[in-house]
């Protein structure tokens, strides 16, 4: 069965630090991953999406996420954190035959701190 | 601009009652979707359609069902509200059926069954 961990519910980070919120899937084959941030009462915003060449990816806002197949990992990092950043982040994952279906993280909770 | 809107954005209503939650999207994506949040859970998938008359059932589907008559509109409906039904229900799109493409996400609906 697919599945995602995001093993932290909550991080802080001080303001200006680099931050790293961490993602574990299980997924047959190769996966498709996605992050995805949810600011209070909003829906969910998408970062970034790996899907297949280069590790790392960028995405919106200064976000990246590195693909690591070995660990079977795609933590998302931002070199110097803003006060801003702070929402919850959800990892995603979906298997190269599974339609339009999503699997989520449990969601880890980002705080920084000026 | 194309968006994906829910309505209504807050509910309250009792246990035993039919609830329907309104999913409207402009993007004439194929692909729509139903997940709810909940604490420590992340999002669960409800209810999928990859396209009109299509629809499909997700991780957590007992008790509620949808239709989609067009391509706009994927109502959810909960036939006889619960209170393990309380939670945040979020309506998501996407254009393709290949496994790649991005979910974009309306607001949300906060649904509290007394």
């Known amino acids: 069965a697919q599945s995602v961990a995001q093993p932290e519910d909550q991080v802080n980070v001080a303001e200006g630090n680099p931050l790293t919120v961490k993602c574990t899937y299980s997924?047959?084959?190769?996966?498709?991953l996605f992050w995805y941030v949810q600011y209070p009462n909003r829906g969910l915003q998408f970062l970034l999406k790996?899907?297949?060449?280069?590790?790392l990816v960028k995405g919106s806002y200064g976000f990246e996420a590195e693909f690591n197949k070995s660990q079977t990992s795609f933590h998302l990092k931002k070199p110097s954190a803003l006060v801003s950043d702070s929402a919850l982040y959800f990892c995603?994952?979906?298997?190269?035959?599974?339609?339009?279906?999503?699997?989520f993280g449990q969601g880890t909770e980002l705080s920084v701190k000026p | 601009d194309a968006e994906i809107t829910q309505s209504p954005r807050h509910k309250i209503t009792e246990t035993g009652r039919q609830v329907t939650l309104a999913c409207h999207q402009t993007?004439?994506?194929?692909?729509m979707f139903w997940y709810r949040q909940d604490l420590g859970h992340g999002l669960r998938l409800i209810h999928y359609?990859?396209?009109?008359?299509?629809?499909n059932k997700g991780e957590v589907s007992d008790g509620y069902s949808v239709s989609r008559s067009n391509t706009e509109d994927l109502p959810l409906t909960l036939e006889s509200a619960a209170s393990s039904q309380t939670s945040v229900y979020f309506c998501?799109?996407?254009?393709?059926?290949?496994?790649?493409?991005?979910?974009?996400f309306g607001p949300g609906t906060r649904l509290t069954v007394l």
């Open positions: 998501a799109s996407s254009q393709l059926a290949g496994s790649a493409d991005t979910q974009y």
């Open positions: 997924v047959s084959g190769n996966p498709y």
């Open positions: 790996y899907i297949t060449g280069d590790n």
């Open positions: 995603a994952v979906r298997g190269r035959n599974q339609g339009g279906k999503l699997i």
């Open positions: 993007w004439n994506h194929n692909n």
């Open positions: 359609s990859y396209g009109v008359q299509d629809t």
